[in-house]
């Protein structure tokens, strides 16, 4: 059996230079019996709690111990740490969790865990999550827990100013102009109508993504590998969201992740958010000042030719190292943490959405978290960014968009011109289309 402790971890104990990051060890002493397997979990929300009491169940099931390392927030700085890691073929984190964007990035360091999973197992997942998992061939991670963009609205404030959910992003502007400009007049001077993940790394190519397709702007890349970001719909997507800066957005929102939205939002002081399906159970928790008050749905579309609504397809997984002394041990910890009964826990405690449709009909995890039942058919249809076609590629692509993106909310040009000097990036990047 093992006993939790809280551990400092730095780079350094990786050999690694510092990213400047904080990074905090959460875990089991080692033991005399079984091996001492790592993970690494993310930080955002419950992840961490979460992800610490799956990995004690095991441990306690095997005999093993897990320490638990908690990655950045911003996915971005926690690619940037992981490249640095597995580059150096280091050997301290067994098992990492990641994006469902990265197996074209970083597989190459993964272990195939098709002799570790039988294909039963493999197939209760979404078959879309499994494809982008499985590279040449092999398996590079299990599906853990998926995600889509929702927007979260204070259904109470809707009723107090006779407004419906917002179809369209023009009536989501209208309606949160509305509702701030009430709300400050009643006394709440800190108030605004929206927030949502406005800094320039991942986040914001996921909230941006949504913008573009919704208003019938295309992908960032087709399918084909042809770029296809720079048309008007596509700067008139980016405009719009520039519009809400400094108006029913704050100014700071140019600094927003997923949890500085999250604080905002639930502290009272946002009508609608942009935000993931873990910000559910977290805004309606027992201390939350906006409990009961908060409804979900689709993001809103924007409009013109092909305008719909839109969510980026999102997720994480967990792989093993190539590295790893113990691979066996963090195969059977992955195949643990991503299995069933597992899942449908967290599903239940901390409305994480699970990877297995069979959950999604459960009475069980849909008497804990009703609103499971409108989010199968979200999930099944959400938008993928273009990591399979880019590839190695993926996040130079990525950044180079966000790039754009944020210039655009910070009214450092406006979105056609950015969006072409983005198209000119990307063809050289690209080498004309052959990623």
Same mark, same amino acid.
Request: with cysteine.
């Given at each position: 059996?093992?006993r939790s402790?809280?551990?400092?971890l #730095?780079?350094?104990?990786l050999?690694?230079?510092p990213?400047?990051l904080?990074?905090?060890?959460?875990g089991?002493?080692?033991?005399?019996?079984?091996?001492?397997?790592?993970?690494?979990?993310?930080?955002?929300g419950?992840?961490q709690?979460?992800?610490?009491t799956?990995a004690k169940?095991?441990?306690?099931?095997t005999?093993?111990?897990v320490d638990?390392?908690?990655?950045p927030?911003?996915t971005s700085d926690?690619?940037?740490l992981?490249?640095q890691?597995?580059?150096?073929k280091?050997?301290?984190v067994?098992?990492f969790?990641v /994006?469902?964007i990265?197996p &074209?990035?970083?597989? #190459?360091?993964?272990?195939d865990l098709?002799?570790?999973?039988d294909?039963?197992?493999?197939?209760?997942?979404?078959?879309?999550i499994?494809?982008?998992l499985?590279?040449?061939?092999h398996l590079?991670?299990?599906?853990?827990?998926?995600?889509?963009g929702?927007l979260y609205y204070?259904?109470?404030?809707?009723?107090k100013y006779?407004l419906k959910v917002p179809?369209?992003?023009?009536e989501l502007?209208?309606s949160?102009?509305t509702i701030?400009e009430g709300?400050?007049?009643a006394?709440n001077d800190r108030?605004?109508g929206f927030?949502?993940q406005?800094r320039?790394?991942?986040g914001l190519?996921c909230?941006a993504l949504e913008w573009v397709?919704?208003? &019938? &702007?295309?992908?960032?890349?087709?399918q084909?590998?042809?770029? @296809?970001?720079?048309?008007p719909?596509?700067a008139k997507?980016l /405009? @719009?969201?520039?519009s809400?800066?400094?108006?029913i957005a704050?100014d700071?929102?140019?600094n927003?992740?997923?949890?500085d939205?999250?604080?905002v939002?639930q502290s009272?002081?946002?009508?609608?958010?942009? $935000?993931?399906?873990y910000?559910?159970?977290l805004v309606?928790?027992?201390?939350?000042?906006?409990?009961?008050?908060i409804g979900?749905g689709a993001?809103?579309? &924007?409009?013109?030719?092909g305008?719909?609504h839109?969510a980026?397809l999102g997720g994480? $997984?967990?792989?093993v190292?190539k590295?790893?002394?113990?691979?066996k041990?963090?195969?059977?910890l992955v195949?643990?943490l991503t299995?069933?009964?597992?899942?449908?826990?967290r599903a239940?405690?901390a409305?994480?959405?699970?990877t297995?449709p069979?959950?999604?009909?459960d009475?069980?995890?849909?008497?804990a978290?009703?609103f499971f039942?409108d989010l199968?058919a979200?999930f099944e249809?959400?938008?993928?960014?273009?990591?399979?076609?880019t590839g190695?590629?993926?996040?130079?692509?990525?950044?180079?968009?966000? $790039?754009a993106v944020?210039?655009?909310?910070?009214?450092?040009?406006d979105?056609?011109? $950015?969006?072409?000097?983005?198209?000119?990036?990307?063809?050289?990047l690209?080498r004309?289309?052959?990623?």
């Open positions: 059996m093992s402790a809280i551990l400092p #730095s780079l350094a104990h050999g690694l230079a990213l400047g904080a990074i905090v060890l959460a089991a002493a080692a033991q005399a019996e079984g091996v001492k397997v790592t993970i690494s979990c993310g930080s955002a419950a992840e709690a979460q992800c610490q799956g169940a095991w441990a306690a099931k005999g093993n111990t638990v390392v908690a990655a927030q911003s926690q690619l940037a992981y490249q890691i597995l580059t150096a280091s050997a301290d067994d098992v969790q /994006d469902v990265w &074209g990035i970083l597989g #190459s360091h993964f272990v098709k002799p570790y999973v294909q039963a197992t493999i197939d209760q997942h979404f078959p879309s499994i494809q982008g499985t590279v040449d061939g590079l991670a299990l599906p853990w827990f998926t995600d889509a929702l204070r259904k109470d404030l809707l009723d006779k179809e369209t992003w023009a502007t209208e949160a102009k701030q709300e400050r007049k006394g108030f605004f927030v949502f406005g320039a790394y991942e190519t909230d397709v919704s208003f &019938g &702007g295309g992908a960032i890349v087709g084909d590998g042809k770029i @296809t970001i720079n048309n719909q596509a997507a /405009d @719009t969201a520039a809400w800066v400094g108006t704050p700071g929102v140019l927003y992740m997923e949890e939205a999250r604080g939002f009272g002081n946002a009508a609608f958010m942009r $935000n993931w399906p910000a559910y159970s309606n928790s027992g201390d939350s000042p906006v409990k009961g008050k979900t993001l809103p579309k &924007g409009d013109g030719e305008a719909r839109a980026t994480w $997984n967990l792989a190292s590295y790893s002394t113990h691979p041990e963090a195969a059977d195949m643990y299995g069933k009964e597992e899942q449908k826990r239940i405690e409305t994480f959405q699970t297995i069979a959950l999604y009909d009475p069980d995890v849909l008497k978290q009703p039942a199968k979200a249809s959400a938008v993928p960014r273009p990591s399979a076609i190695e590629r993926y996040n130079e692509v990525s950044t180079l968009f966000w $790039n944020h210039n655009t909310l910070s009214k450092q040009g979105g056609a011109a $950015n969006l072409a000097q983005l198209q000119k990036d990307l063809n050289r690209s004309g289309g052959r990623w």
